[in-house]
């Protein structure tokens, strides 16, 4: 090689060695990306009555059960009927546990709403009984299902006519949805409520 080829060589070498030096002492430039927490979940609001030894209103942590909120009510009161209650139920905000005596009449129920009865086991929404009316005009199609003669097809159809016509104005005007005769409507009409204001 060269000796002006080994200068040059040389050089490069030199040059290369004091920028590699000069990036590992070189302080960082620019902020650090600073990584927030996430947003802890806004407990569940429950209010537990009944045969339990505290009833109240309890904050509860998101995915409890109704288990859960009996621990948070002191438990069960030694004439609680336990077997009335699904204990195992996944709670929602705003829910009402009641929790009955032993051979007292009607069932314990977790009540989303004051116009919904007690849950389905299998959809979680509430089955519409003659105290907890359905409200046609802000019912689900879910909701719907649970009333009897009506399955999933006729629930689209019930929602599809309120989502074209308006809110209904009277019950009997369910009967204006296809497949909605006066039978059905029979077996329905004590299940379900118009509210005028919605």
């Known amino acids: 090689m060269k000796t002006w080829q080994s200068i040059l060589f040389g050089i490069l070498l030199g040059l290369l060695f004091s920028g590699a030096i000069l990036l590992i002492i070189a302080p960082p430039r620019g902020k650090p990306i600073e990584l927030s927490p996430l947003p802890t979940p806004a407990p569940l609001v429950v209010y537990i009555t ?5 009833p109240g209103v309890y904050s509860l942590p998101r995915l409890s059960r109704v288990s859960n909120a009996i621990e948070a009510a002191g438990g069960l009161q030694p004439d609680a009927d ?28 977790v009540a989303i709403t004051p116009q919904i009865g007690q849950p389905n086991s299998q959809t979680g929404f509430a089955t519409p009984s003659i105290e907890n009316p359905l409200n046609l005009n802000t019912a689900t199609l879910e909701e719907f299902d649970l009333l009897p003669g009506i399955g999933p097809t006729r629930s689209a159809d019930i929602v599809a006519y309120r989502t074209q016509h308006g809110s209904f104005k009277t019950i009997d ?21 118009v509210d005028a204001t919605q």
């Open 50 to 54: 009944g045969e339990v030894i505290h």
């Open 82 to 109: 336990q077997s009335a209650v699904n204990l195992a139920a996944r709670l929602l905000d705003g829910e009402k546990i009641v929790v009955p005596k032993i051979n007292e009449p009607g069932t314990g129920s």
């Open 173 to 193: 005007e369910i009967m204006q949805v296809s497949g909605i005769g006066q039978t059905t409507f029979d077996r329905i009409k004590d299940l379900i409520y």
